[in-house]
């Protein structure tokens, strides 16, 4: 007997009984033709530079899952329509960077606890009908942290920058037993908010320290990380208003910057013995976190890693 379709066969070897004899007879058994790709990406605006198409794509391709990854530009009076899009179309989740993360919120089903304590979400997974808000953000720095042999808990840190990227790093580090935060930053309310939050919601000691000029680290310092635009292309050249001569060997020195992902920051701090993390490193993890959320399979990191940085260098 056979049976057959337009895709593929293969056989399995069975019996059947005819006459009180038994003879072998070939089964042809087929699997059903697919064309239907399974769809995630991004909403932001702009969003055209946005690399996360790149390690997905390549995540997809060498675990030969017929997934699509779309870069979609949606503007802010646009999101709620974006939102119910990403329903009809029966996606499997979206990425949400500037200037979604926040107001992503009031369109969620459910939201992580640690999500809902950073209040913002870059990533969505659509389960059962369901919109379920996470971030990643903070979770890919931790990975980079846990790679480089870094605990952090007990540790002295200092955050530059208050925006979303240093409010997701602090509150995990401060959830991941972080002994001391200092945020560093040029704006006094969004600074003394986000101190407040790690202090009332977590058991670390944060401190809000105005940016004014060259900022000095103090001696005791374990982990510092620039987690503002600066040096992000095109101003490749710039550098966070410090006292370098401040950095020591035995710091740990992080960048968010993933394009470039050698930035001047990081050199200086190369140059005084620091061990350090690019943003190449934090993006391909949070990339993989998400990839598990979304297919529930372990990320290809090497082949994602790489995809970039034949981009980047």
């Known amino acids: 007997m056979k049976i057959r379709n337009l895709k593929a066969s293969f056989e399995i070897p069975g019996t059947y009984f005819k006459g009180g004899v038994v003879k072998q007879m070939e089964f042809i058994v087929t699997q059903e033709a697919n064309y239907k790709a399974e769809l995630v990406g991004v909403f932001g605006h702009p969003v055209a530079e946005n690399p996360t198409i790149l390690l997905q794509e390549a995540a997809f391709k060498e675990l030969g899952l017929n997934w699509r990854y779309l870069t979609i530009e949606v503007y802010p009076e646009d999101l709620a329509e974006a939102m119910r899009g990403l329903r009809v179309f029966h996606m499997q989740g979206i990425n949400l960077t500037i200037p979604h993360k926040v107001e992503v919120l009031k369109y969620l089903d459910e939201v992580a606890e640690d999500a809902r304590l950073i209040g913002a979400v870059n990533t ?127 710091m740990t020195v992080c960048d ?43 990320a290809p990191i090497a082949v994602m890693h790489q995809a970039l940085a034949e981009v980047f260098g």
Request: glycine content about 12%; aromatic content about 6%.
């Open 124 to 250: 969505i997974i659509h389960r059962d009908g369901k919109l379920r808000g996470e971030n990643t953000d903070g979770k890919g720095f931790m990975r980079s942290l846990e790679d480089a042999g870094v605990e952090p808990a007990g540790k002295r840190v200092v955050i530059l920058g208050a925006g979303g990227a240093a409010r997701a790093i602090s509150v995990e580090l401060a959830l991941a037993g972080a002994a001391d935060i200092s945020l560093v930053n040029r704006s006094v309310e969004r600074g003394q908010t986000l101190v407040a939050l790690l202090n009332e919601k977590t058991s670390t000691t944060a401190t809000f320290v105005p940016w004014r000029g060259p900022y000095a680290l103090p001696a005791n310092i374990d982990i510092l990380v620039n987690a503002t635009s600066i040096g992000l292309f095109p101003e490749v050249t710039a550098k966070p208003d410090l006292d370098y001569n401040t950095i020591s060997a035995g």
């Open 256 to 298: 968010v910057i993933p394009n470039p992902p050698r930035t001047p920051f990081l050199a200086e701090a190369t140059a005084r013995g620091a061990t350090t993390l690019d943003g190449l490193g934090m993006l391909v993890y949070q990339g993989a976190i998400g990839f598990k959320m979304w297919t529930g399979l372990n």
